[in-house]
């Protein structure tokens, strides 16, 4: 299986942010504009590039869509999401360029109505994220933009999308995202055992080198990087050398 690299960009109000553990009140912003961030990475050798529209996240529907149909024609394949809730918005961001959407909070608050986009899609247009934190003895579900909290849990959902025929898995342990803490492998690992026919993206807290090594040995399709390329703490281009 091919392990595949995806820089990160993050939006807000059209820059490129980060948040820490998800908290919009704990922002960081970075002097660089995403088109010219994108150029760069595809420089370096990217053949993807994951984008986060946070203020779609938060309010229920793609916002930062000029943004990203520049960053869709930038020369690299993106994989985006942030308020993707009706198939209007797939479509608004396949229509924008985007070669894989990526479907979080409606994935977990209306599986069935997700499992109809993977049968009129395609599995490979689709990227489920089922981003999760571990709260009263199993993984939880939060959506809008990790803000609500749900009442699903993460061993109940991936196993029921891949018997649905998903493919594309991206998943962030919320308690490291942006904390350069270091991936929870464990949790990549536990996937694989419930759901091994997905392909899991690894996201939150890579700070080194030996973080995505690590996350390709532990039988994950690809990392996605976003504030340790941003803060210089490895390349992109080594990031692909792994």
């Given at each position: 299986m091919n392990f595949t690299v995806y820089p990160a960009i993050d939006l807000r109000e059209g820059r490129v942010v980060r948040l820490y553990q998800g908290d919009y009140a704990r922002?960081?912003?970075?002097a660089i504009e995403p088109l010219q961030l994108a150029h760069?990475?595809?420089?370096?050798?990217?053949?993807?590039?994951?984008?986060?529209d946070l203020d779609g996240a938060r309010n229920g529907q793609p916002t930062n869509?000029?943004?990203?149909?520049?960053l869709a024609h930038a020369g690299l394949k993106v994989q985006a999401g942030g308020g993707v809730r009706g198939e209007d918005d797939v479509r608004r961001l396949f229509d924008a360029g985007v070669t894989r959407v990526v479907v979080g909070s409606v994935a977990v608050r209306d599986p069935q109505r997700v499992i109809g986009w993977l049968e009129r899609f395609g599995s490979e247009r689709l990227?489920?994220?089922?981003?999760?934190r571990w709260r009263d003895g199993s993984w939880r579900l939060p959506s809008a933009g990790w803000e609500k909290d749900e009442d699903a849990t993460l061993d109940e959902l991936a196993p029921h999308f891949a018997a649905a025929g998903a493919r594309h898995l991206l998943c962030t342990d919320i308690d490291r995202d942006g904390t350069m803490s270091g991936p929870n492998l464990s949790l990549f690992k536990h996937l694989r055992h419930i759901a091994p026919t997905l392909q899991t993206q690894v996201s939150g807290g890579a700070r080194a080198i030996d973080d995505v090594r690590a996350a390709r040995e532990a039988g994950a399709a690809g990392i996605v990087l976003g504030r340790a390329l941003l803060e210089g703490r490895f390349t992109l281009g080594e990031a692909l050398l792994c």
């Open positions: 922002q960081t912003e970075y760069e990475y595809a420089g370096e050798g990217a053949k993807w590039l994951h984008v986060v869509l000029s943004t990203l149909t520049a990227t489920l994220a089922l981003d999760t």
